[in-house]
């Protein structure tokens, strides 16, 4: 046992740090539920960027989610400091006995330092000793491929001596009621009956997308197969111009709801899908959150680290590229993944017939 293990029947509250985009912010979501089984009476409070918010926001195990925004510089270096200052008002009111800090990001250690925990932990990886010292236990990042994200979150609670087997670890997004009616109302006024298939071609990062033109066959071949396909998309110019190109090479255009939805209406969509198929994005995260059967495509980014959580799914990468995962955007800065390009449309398609075989016949 360890000898420096936190006693959180005397802890009352805690805040966990998470300084990312969404879909690392999803990938948090198994700390406040173990946390939360763990120590049922404990106060569990979240920091997270604001556009990140809806990952975590109605989380059944959190208590208060606090929010920094990332557009507070464009309004000048006053009024952004009288921003800063209310939320560490915010959170100095909330006297917090430990924090889990999940990145290396360095307003962690300003905050364990202004904040005056019992206890701190932080990534291993944190660099300088300055940044390092308001930490009273830090845990090792196992990088390379070679341990899922969410253990690696999930070790920050291991070091401080929480059973983290013994707990249920899927991911959760909350996703309201009335979220899921207008979600239906926008899929309905597409035409679109159950059951359906969401394909979500896109990702902000484009050297992470497969060509159009081989999307567009594998959208055709599973029309032919009478399938009903739905698109979705974020509204950012650059996945609309995809999306517009999918469709302009589709003897028949698939519906679509590509920038029509918010991240919480994109949950109730792929919740209710058979099937989700895309690449490594938030949208793969909450196709694994909603226990929607996906089907992913991997190309530089680590299969291993990022992949589907605890869903049934199936991974595509290009074996025979043994320089991936790199985590390069393209290759020699391109923006273009021969490793991902090189996955066929017939992968694919078996991959699908494998994985509807599985989860019909588990």
């Known amino acids: 046992m360890l000898v420096d293990a936190i006693d959180f029947t005397n802890t009352r509250r805690v805040l966990v740090i998470k300084l990312r985009h969404h879909g690392d912010v999803l990938l948090t979501s198994p700390v406040l539920s173990v946390l939360k089984q763990h120590a049922p009476h404990l106060e569990i409070d979240a920091l997270v960027y604001a556009d990140t918010a809806p990952m975590l926001a109605d989380h059944p195990a959190l208590s208060q989610l606090h929010c920094l925004d990332r557009q507070w510089k464009k309004l000048g270096p006053l009024?952004?400091?009288?921003?800063?200052?209310?939320?560490?008002?915010?959170?100095?009111?909330?006297?917090?006995?430990?924090?889990?800090?999940?990145?290396?990001?360095?307003?962690?250690?300003?905050?364990?330092?202004?904040l005056r925990p019992r206890w701190a932990i932080s990534p291993s990886n944190l660099n300088g000793k300055w940044f390092r010292k308001p930490f009273s236990h830090r845990y090792p990042v196992i990088g390379g491929n070679r341990r899922h994200t969410v253990d690696i979150h999930l070790d920050a609670l291991r070091r401080l001596g929480v059973p983290v087997q013994?707990?249920?670890?899927?991911?959760?997004l909350a996703i309201p009621a009335l979220v899921h009616t207008q979600a239906e109302q926008k899929r309905l006024a597409q035409g679109i009956n159950s059951p359906y298939t969401v394909i979500h071609p896109t990702s902000r990062w484009m050297f992470k997308t497969w060509p159009t033109e081989q999307m567009a066959q594998l959208i055709q071949a599973l029309q032919q197969q009478g399938r009903t396909v739905l698109l979705t998309a974020a509204p950012d110019a650059a996945e609309m111009a995809c999306i517009a190109a999918i469709q302009a090479q589709l003897t028949t255009p698939a519906p679509s709801l590509a920038g029509q939805l918010s991240l919480k209406e994109l949950g109730a969509v792929i919740a209710g899908a058979e099937l989700f198929i895309g690449m490594d994005s938030v949208p793969m995260h909450i196709a694994a959150a909603t226990q929607t059967p996906t089907i992913a495509l991997f190309g530089p980014s680590g299969d291993i680290e990022w992949g589907p959580w605890q869903v049934p799914h199936r991974v595509l990468i290009a074996e025979h590229y043994r320089c991936r995962p790199c985590g390069r955007d393209g290759c020699g800065g391109s923006k273009i993944s021969d490793c991902l390009n090189a996955i066929s449309v017939e992968q694919v398609l078996t991959a699908i017939e494998q994985l509807t075989a599985t989860v019909r016949n588990p």
């Open 79 to 114: 009024p952004q400091a009288q921003a800063e200052w209310r939320v560490l008002q915010a959170l100095r009111a909330r006297q917090y006995d430990g924090i889990i800090h999940l990145t290396e990001h360095k307003r962690g250690s300003w905050l364990a330092r202004l």
């Open 166 to 172: 013994h707990y249920h670890r899927a991911l959760s």
